[in-house]
């Protein structure tokens, strides 16, 4: 019977690391076109609400009903949103992203939960050592994925960050040739698109939106709030004026591109500063601890035998 347990569990314990397995393969995977998969996603946030509402409903079909089925647990749909607001600011908007987490999330959970089974099988403590592990399992099971993705979030903008300054800058020469302003973004974006391909989709994602018939100005405020950026709502908000009052956009984005190499070096600076006291901390538990060994430990020894013999002598 024990031998059959066992079996059944490891199973069940392959099968879910298959899974999750395929399902971190198809979140994370590389897109063939992120430039349609964008638009598409982009066209499904202009019914958003609706959409949304179509999860409460139970005439949804794949993987809207298990997105329906999880928003029927309390606080199901604000983690839901919370999470679908996060992969779009890592730079993940698949429209079947935010169904791939959650089963990437659950089968997680439950691989977990299924090793501490295991592991608890024969402990003599009873069924409150097998509780507390199953809560931890729980617990690390969801805290660990959002972990991971605002680590993904945080090097997506990164990469934002450090593409921004001479991305501005080629846009403001561009504008100089006498381009207007989506021809000029849309050919920053070809040409950036093998060096700093995250931006540069951004780029053509707004230009697509604007020549679907929005508003530029709308466009814009939606790649403010997909990035979460400053130096780009600072930018979105010059492209914007500057449009409006008709002024010299080229001369206004070389000045704030020199601006955004300042802040970018500033940065480094600043890193550079933090980097002797983030080493304070592993110099003194590693490096010393392993330092006095080295040099302490041989004369210790010596002594030790030099006593030893003394010792022996008397």
Do not use: H
Not at 245 to 250: C, P
Not at 254 to 262: E, G, I, N, P, S
Not at 288 to 306: K, N, W
Request: hydrophobic share 50%.
């Amino acid at each position: 019977m024990a031998l059959v347990t066992d079996l059944l569990l490891f199973l069940f314990t392959g099968a879910t690391l298959t899974l999750l397995l395929w399902t971190s393969v198809e979140l994370f995977r590389a897109q063939e076109d992120p430039l349609s998969d964008r638009l598409e996603g982009l066209q499904s946030q202009a019914m958003v609400v609706a959409a949304r509402a179509t999860r409460r409903k139970q005439s949804a079909r794949g993987l809207d009903r298990f997105l329906y089925v999880i928003a029927l647990v309390p606080g199901g749909e604000d983690w839901m949103n919370g999470t679908e607001k996060l992969l779009a600011q890592a730079g993940i908007r698949r429209k079947s992203a935010l169904a791939l987490y959650c089963i990437f999330v659950l089968l997680f959970v439950f691989a977990l939960a299924a090793g501490t089974v295991y592991l608890q099988r024969d402990n003599p403590n009873g069924p409150m050592s097998l509780v507390g592990g199953l809560v931890a399992a729980f617990l690390l099971g969801f805290i660990l994925p959002k972990q991971i993705l605002y680590r993904l979030v945080k090097s997506y903008r990164g990469k934002l960050q450090e593409a921004l300054p001479d991305t501005v800058d080629l846009l403001g020469i561009v504008l100089g040739t006498g381009l207007g302003l989506d021809q000029a973004m849309m050919r920053v974006s070809e040409e950036m698109q093998y060096i700093y391909p995250e931006l540069a989709n951004e780029f053509a994602t707004v230009v697509m939106q604007v020549r679907a018939g929005q508003e530029r100005g709308k466009s814009f405020n939606q790649f403010v709030r997909r990035t979460g950026i400053e130096d780009i709502k600072s930018l979105a908000a010059m492209i914007i004026q500057s449009e409006k009052f008709g002024t010299s956009l080229a001369q206004a984005l070389k000045v704030y591109a020199d601006a955004l190499r300042t802040r970018r070096r500033l940065r480094a600076e600043a890193a550079v500063g933090k980097a002797g006291i983030k080493m304070l901390f592993p110099i003194v538990i590693f490096i010393l601890p392993v330092l006095f060994v080295i040099t302490l430990v041989p004369g210790m020894l010596s002594v030790l035998r030099d006593l030893k013999m003394l010792g022996g002598g008397r």
